[in-house]
């Protein structure tokens, strides 16, 4: 059976928000921990950090919808991320002409642009994202009456995309 589409739109924008905002959560706490104050992390406005709601549909595109194996998922992702980490971080400094972030005083530093460490928490955003978010969204989209996908689908795309368009225009 085809699922409607706003349910298909409000679940991955519904996971586009919540994993951009684990995201700005691990980055805000990141700097807190290791440095001792309160940095709003990311290029938007709004606490949402888009790479890693870009790097789990990255992950999910290539995983699908398979059965999978956790340990396979962590090392995969682990790796898989900190490609996409390192070629994002390139391009960003290519479009933006500035170095968004810097691994450089972390252990195992890669390029200063990733590390080891970094990895092994993107493999576990990994399993959280594939065992409790992705599974949970699908059932929420399931459970809520369609008015609501559309509205959260409608007014979270909108309010995201400004906030890019104008994020943005300011950096450049």
Not at 1 to 30: D, H, N, P
Not at 71 to 99: C, D, N, P
Not at 107 to 115: E, G, Q, Y
Request: proline share 3%; aromatic share 20%; hydrophobic share 55%.
């Amino acid at each position: 059976m085809k699922k409607e589409f706003s349910r298909t739109a409000f679940r991955y924008v519904f996971e586009f928000m919540l994993a951009g905002f684990i995201g700005w959560l691990y980055e805000v706490a990141t700097v807190w921990v290791m440095w001792g104050y309160f940095d709003n992390r990311g290029m938007l406005h709004m606490p949402i950090v888009p790479i890693y709601a870009v790097g789990a549909f990255l992950l999910l595109a290539v995983l699908r919808e398979k059965k999978r194996n956790p340990v396979f998922v962590f090392l995969f992702s682990a790796v898989v991320t900190t490609i996409f980490e390192l070629g994002a971080s390139y391009l960003l400094e290519f479009i933006f002409h500035k170095q968004f972030w810097t691994y450089r005083s972390w252990k195992f530093s890669i390029l200063d642009r990733s590390s080891l460490i970094s990895s092994g928490i993107f493999g576990i955003f990994a399993l959280l994202y594939f065992f409790l978010v992705h599974p949970m969204s699908g059932k929420l989209s399931e459970k809520l009456p369609k008015w609501l996908c559309i509205t959260f689908s409608a007014i979270s795309a909108a309010a995201v995309l400004t906030d890019l368009v104008i994020s943005v225009s300011e950096l450049i």
